[in-house]
């Protein structure tokens, strides 16, 4: 779970271990101070114990619970936004010109990968015979699109449609 912390604390455990073999070699008073206390009183030794064990077993419950989630909600971002790091909203067509309009210049910074502008809407559509009362409409350059196509994401999945394909009428 944390790797980093292995050495530090296998030697945590060895400086307690030979702190406590030192006092057993060269402390017989405590030694025998400790064995008569055990003998005297098992029933207190045997709640120490599992004390300890249930303390220790909270703990790492806690630890493991938390790590769950925590890589969980990380998996149901990467999930619902793909590819997308940011995505950037706005109410109106208007106020969206003008958004795309001030994020423009990211698109020459080195540090950001990319920035696609996609305009959407609802609309009825007819086919003749057929009427749906409301569709999504999405407008996407596709070439622009494209040059975002990961393996893994939806446009790497499908060739990108002819304009030909695109065209009303």
Same mark, same amino acid.
């Given at each position: 779970? %944390? +790797?980093?912390?292995?050495? @530090?604390?296998?030697?945590?455990?060895?400086?307690?271990?030979?702190?406590?073999?030192?006092?057993?070699?060269?402390? @017989?008073?405590?030694?025998?101070?400790?064995?008569?206390?055990? #003998?005297?009183?098992?029933?207190?030794?045997?709640?120490?114990?599992?004390? #300890?064990?249930?303390?220790?077993?909270?703990?790492?419950? $806690?630890?493991?619970?938390?790590? #769950?989630?925590?890589?969980?909600?990380?998996? $149901?971002? %990467?999930?619902?936004? =793909?590819?997308?790091?940011? *995505?950037?909203?706005? +109410?109106?067509?208007?106020? =969206? !010109?003008?958004?795309?309009?001030?994020?423009? @210049?990211?698109?020459?910074?080195?540090?950001?990968? =990319?920035?696609?502008?996609? &305009?959407? =809407? %609802?609309?009825?559509? $007819?086919?003749?015979?057929?009427?749906?009362?409301?569709?999504?409409?999405?407008?996407?350059?596709?070439?622009?699109?494209?040059? /975002?196509?990961? !393996?893994?994401?939806?446009?790497?999945? /499908?060739?990108?449609?002819? /304009? &030909?394909?695109? *065209?009303?009428?």
């Amino acid at each position: 779970m %944390y +790797p980093e912390l292995t050495w @530090p604390l296998v030697g945590a455990f060895a400086a307690v271990a030979g702190f406590v073999l030192f006092l057993l070699a060269f402390r @017989p008073v405590l030694r025998r101070l400790a064995v008569r206390q055990v #003998s005297r009183r098992p029933a207190e030794l045997v709640l120490v114990i599992v004390g #300890s064990m249930l303390g220790t077993a909270l703990i790492v419950a $806690s630890l493991t619970v938390g790590d #769950s989630l925590n890589r969980s909600v990380r998996q $149901s971002a %990467y999930d619902t936004l =793909g590819q997308i790091d940011e *995505r950037v909203t706005a +109410p109106t067509a208007a106020i =969206g !010109d003008q958004v795309a309009a001030r994020l423009g @210049p990211l698109r020459a910074d080195r540090r950001v990968d =990319g920035l696609l502008t996609v &305009r959407s =809407g %609802y609309a009825a559509a $007819s086919t003749g015979t057929r009427a749906e009362p409301r569709v999504q409409a999405l407008e996407i350059d596709f070439l622009q699109a494209d040059r /975002h196509r990961a !393996d893994r994401s939806a446009l790497g999945a /499908h060739p990108l449609p002819s /304009h &030909r394909l695109l *065209r009303a009428g």
